[in-house]
């Protein structure tokens, strides 16, 4: 029984990493922090970059560590059920708590890189965050003298093709896919759901909050999801034997 895992950033708030668009979340209590996710708007102000950096020397991911709803799903690849590991978070979390790392599948990149958005260089994110603790508050590529910023995918950028073309394969190839964490309204990692539909797979969606693909799920669980994926593993686990 293959399964397929999609997570957002509400399985990532047990680790003390606040989500986005929930009660509590980044942008709901400061809309305009969401000018820093936004491609257009980065590239063109100086001061949404220096507030950009700020923001990622100060970053909670630094301090995080994976929480039960990680280590539900290391349980879930060690049974031999995960086809793979869709994530939107950009911590890696997932590989702290044990996944393998040619399962997951890292939808809008990761903050512990940076990019050069000229040259493309690729550096180590606390190198860079060194120069901004030394006193540099928008530090350029050091090849280029370009722009640069976390190896992670903006509001107004393209997926990678052969990142989504993965995370489509494994939607596809499942026959359970597990939404988590995730509000589905963010495309095209929503519609991941419907990809899995389409095939045959049954879905399963673990969120506080409704979401548009609610009245499609065979399961829908509200519960905490620290609590409620590590048992709705179980229950897969215990299916498969």
């Known amino acids: 029984m293959p399964v397929s895992v999609l997570t957002g950033a509400g399985i990532s708030t047990d680790s003390g990493i606040p989500d986005f668009r929930g009660p509590q979340g980044v942008w709901t209590k400061n809309p ?40 539900a799903l290391v349980d879930l690849e060690r049974a031999g059920l995960l086809r793979a590991l869709i994530t939107q978070n950009i911590d890696e979390l997932h590989q702290r708590a044990g996944s393998s790392p040619e399962k997951v599948i890292e939808l809008h990149g990761t903050v512990h890189r940076v990019e050069c958005l000229s040259c493309d260089l ?10 901004v603790e030394a006193g540099e508050a928008d530090p350029p590529c050091p090849r280029c003298g370009g722009i640069q910023k976390s190896n992670t995918i903006s509001f107004g950028q393209n997926l990678k093709p052969e990142v989504l073309e993965a995370a489509v394969r494994a939607a596809r190839s499942c026959e359970v896919f597990v939404a988590v964490g995730t509000s589905l309204t ?38 905490p999801i620290g609590r409620a994926l590590p048992a709705l593993v179980q229950e897969l686990i215990d299916a498969a034997r």
Not at 122 to 131: F, G, N, S, W
Request: proline residues 9%; hydrophobic residues 45%; negative net charge.
């Open 32 to 71: 305009q922090a969401e000018a820093t996710a936004m491609i257009d708007r980065y590239l063109a102000d100086p001061e949404v970059r220096r507030d950009s950096w700020r923001a990622r020397l100060e970053h909670p991911v630094w301090k995080a560590a994976p929480n039960a709803a990680h280590l």
């Open 122 to 131: 690729i550096t180590p994110m606390p190198e860079v965050l060194a120069r």
């Open 186 to 223: 963010v495309h095209p990692a929503a519609g991941l759901c419907g990809q899995a539909l389409d095939s045959g797979a049954r879905l399963v969606i673990v969120n506080a909050e409704p979401t548009p693909y609610d009245r499609f799920a065979d399961q829908v669980v509200g519960e």
